[in-house]
């Protein structure tokens, strides 16, 4: 069974940064190209997309509104993701939530993470 432990959100002010962890479990993570979603509740229910890097973790791509201050990256041998999030805008608030590419867009995938709350507010 996929587990994923998302951590390291907290509240910020903006121009801060923040790393986000991804914990992983019960898939073969190092050949998993994986991603970061987000939710922000006052904006309904829907995960929008951030970031997404290939198995080798020699690939990234980003939303245009994270790229050139998020960084996505992972360590194959501790079944990690993460999320280093720079210049953080109060447009950043959310609940971010790691999962397998694959599944970010599925309605069917129900192993969701609890998410990480990132707060960005003066």
């Known amino acids: 069974q996929v587990q994923l432990v998302e951590s390291g959100g907290d509240l910020v002010q903006p121009g801060d940064s923040l790393r986000l962890s991804c914990a992983t479990s019960?898939?073969?993570?190092?050949?998993?190209?994986m991603s970061w979603v987000r939710r922000d509740p006052r904006a309904g229910l829907r995960r929008h997309y951030v970031?997404?890097?290939?198995?080798?973790?020699?690939?990234?791509a980003y939303a245009d509104s994270v790229k050139g201050r998020f960084i996505i990256a992972r360590d194959n041998a501790k079944n990690m993701l993460y999320l280093q999030m720079n210049s953080l805008k109060p447009e950043d608030t959310a609940v971010y939530y790691c999962?397998?590419?694959?599944?970010?867009?599925?309605?069917?995938?129900?192993?969701w993470g609890q998410g990480t709350q990132v707060t960005v507010s003066s």
């Open positions: 999962a397998p590419t694959r599944y970010i867009d599925s309605a069917k995938f129900a192993d």
């Open positions: 019960g898939f073969t993570f190092s050949t998993t190209p």
């Open positions: 970031a997404s890097i290939n198995s080798a973790g020699d690939s990234t």
